[in-house]
Every structure is written in structure tokens, then in C-alpha cells.
């Protein structure tokens, strides 16, 4: 069974947070169990569970629980031993779809790009698997630091807060590595909210949806940095070549006009998130751990 990216409502906030992270990774090592039947959605479902996991270890780590900074180290390299294998996946599902939209050897040029398949061994995946059941294990047995109510909202405020930081790098000095650290960014206050919501149904729970929404429309710009990187590096025939940059240079046009739409909403965005996640906003009922 999947572990929900909620609280546990019958324990205190430290406890449940150790809790959900511990299952989270327990998941991700189930799903690569699963390498043999299913190996893109399985790696795909393994490694956003990681991600989750690792947005509740840094609210644990700002809520002085030390030990949570090198789980997040180590997940975050496990991670990334899955991720090209994804990316590789997705950039050839995205290519496809792409290649139903174009013509003449625009159209050829995607369908070499869509053949080029992705793939995690099954010997890794096993690897992998251990060491997250061995992960999970040791943060079952992780001492959970006490957050009460107040300090939880503190906590989303901070996160909003660093949010805010990356968005202005990525506003003032655009590229595709500030605008990835500002889309981390967002992803990480999303996933923190949403395990929030149902302690703190008036802000966090308010605040979910529109993150949730706002998150899809990252996950469209970030198809579009996939197929912008495989179509950057000549490797197509050289009757294919001037295809690929005419390709290449309408993906960029296009990913430059969804970075410029994503960051204006985000200042709307910001400004209702910061009324919802504020020090007035609180519940209306008495805070309980």
C-alpha cells in the first residue's frame, strides 16, 4: 500500500513526519520490486516517492532534527542513478507525441529521438532496492523532533520564503539552471503543503490546490527542457541535421515564452500564498500537536 503524503492525524507532527518519510522510502523500494513488469512507471512512481520523502526530511531538518541531512544526501544519489533512465523514457514518449504534430523531415528527425529508449538493469534495480529497504529501516528507528502546530506553519512560511529567493534568481538572472532551482523549489513547498493540509486546513489546505495546479504547468515546462536537451547535440544523419536545428530552435522559442508566462503567474501566485500560509491565517479551533 502507498503511504499518502498526509500527516498521520493521531500523532504528533515530529512522529508522523519520521513516520511518512520512512514509509515513503519503503514505497520506492516496493516499486522497483516491480522492475520486471512494469520498469517506466515503476522507476517513475520509485522516484517520486523519493522526492516526497526528501521534502518531509527537510521539514525535519529545519525543525532541528539533524540526522535528516544525510538520508537527503543519499536519496538524492539514488535518485539520480534512476533518473536518466526516466528522462530518457519520457523525452522518447514525449518525442512520439511530437512527431504525430510535424511534417517531412522535422517528423523524421522526432522519431529517431522518440527511439531512443531508456532503461535501468535489472541488476540496478535490485541495488537500489536493498538500499532502500535498508534506508527505510534506518529512518523507522530515527528520533522524531517535537514541531507543534505553530511551528509547523512557521515551517511553510520559511519554505514559501526560500521559494521566493529561487524565483527572483531565476526572474532577474534567467537560465536553465536558476529556473530548475526555482521549479525544485516549488515542487518541494508543494509536497510540504499537501502533507500539511489536513493539520492546517485553512491555510495549507487553501493553499494545496493552487500548487497542485501550478505544479502541472511546471511539469509542462519541464517536458519541454526534455525535448529542448535531446534535440540539442548533433546526432542525427547529416541529411537530418538542418531539421534538427530548425527543431531544436522552435522547442527553445517555446520553452523561453512558458519560462516567461510560468514566472509572471508565479507573482500572483506568491501573493496568495503568502495571505494563506500567513501569522493571522491560523486554524480556528484550538492548535493540538
Do not use: C
Request: glycine residues 6%; aromatic residues 4%.
Amino acid at each position: 500500500m502507498r503511504m499518502k503524503l498526509r500527516l498521520p492525524s493521531r500523532r504528533p507532527i515530529g512522529g508522523g513526519l519520521a513516520v511518512l518519510v520512512a514509509g515513503l522510502v519503503a514505497d520506492a523500494a516496493a516499486e522497483l520490486g516491480a522492475m520486471e513488469t512494469t520498469p517506466v512507471d515503476a522507476v517513475h512512481r520509485a522516484r517520486v516517492a523519493l522526492k516526497r520523502a526528501r521534502s518531509a526530511l527537510r521539514l525535519l531538518e529545519k525543525a532541528g532534527a539533524d540526522w535528516a541531512v544525510m538520508p537527503q544526501v543519499r536519496l538524492v544519489e539514488l535518485g539520480g542513478r534512476m533518473s536518466a533512465a526516466r528522462e530518457a523514457a519520457v523525452t522518447a514518449d514525449l518525442a512520439r507525441k511530437l512527431a504525430r504534430r510535424l511534417r517531412g523531415r522535422e517528423r523524421e528527425v522526432a522519431r529517431l529521438l522518440a527511439a531512443r529508449q531508456g532503461a535501468i538493469a535489472p541488476e540496478g534495480a535490485e541495488a537500489m532496492q536493498r538500499a532502500l529497504t535498508r534506508e527505510a529501516q534506518l529512518l523507522g528507528y530515527a528520533p522524531a523532533p517535537t514541531v507543534t502546530p505553530a511551528g509547523l506553519r512557521d515551517l511553510l512560511r520559511q519554505a514559501l520564503d526560500r521559494t521566493s529567493r529561487r524565483y527572483y534568481d531565476a526572474a532577474l538572472k534567467p537560465s536553465r539552471r536558476s529556473v530548475h532551482e526555482w521549479r525544485k523549489a516549488v515542487i518541494v513547498l508543494r509536497d510540504q503543503v499537501t502533507l500539511a493540509a489536513g493539520r492546517w486546513p485553512e491555510g495549507a489546505g487553501a493553499a494545496q490546490p493552487l500548487l497542485a495546479k501550478f505544479g502541472r504547468r511546471l511539469g509542462r515546462l519541464g517536458d519541454l527542457s526534455l525535448l529542448q536537451a535531446g534535440l540539442q547535440r548533433p546526432w542525427v544523419p547529416p541529411e537530418l541535421e538542418a531539421a534538427r536545428r530548425t527543431l531544436h530552435a522552435q522547442l527553445r522559442v517555446r520553452r523561453e515564452r512558458e519560462t516567461l508566462l510560468v514566472l509572471l503567474r508565479w507573482l500572483k501566485l506568491e501573493r496568495e500564498l503568502s495571505q494563506l500560509l500567513s501569522e493571522e491565517n491560523r486554524p480556528r479551533r484550538r492548535d493540538k500537536p
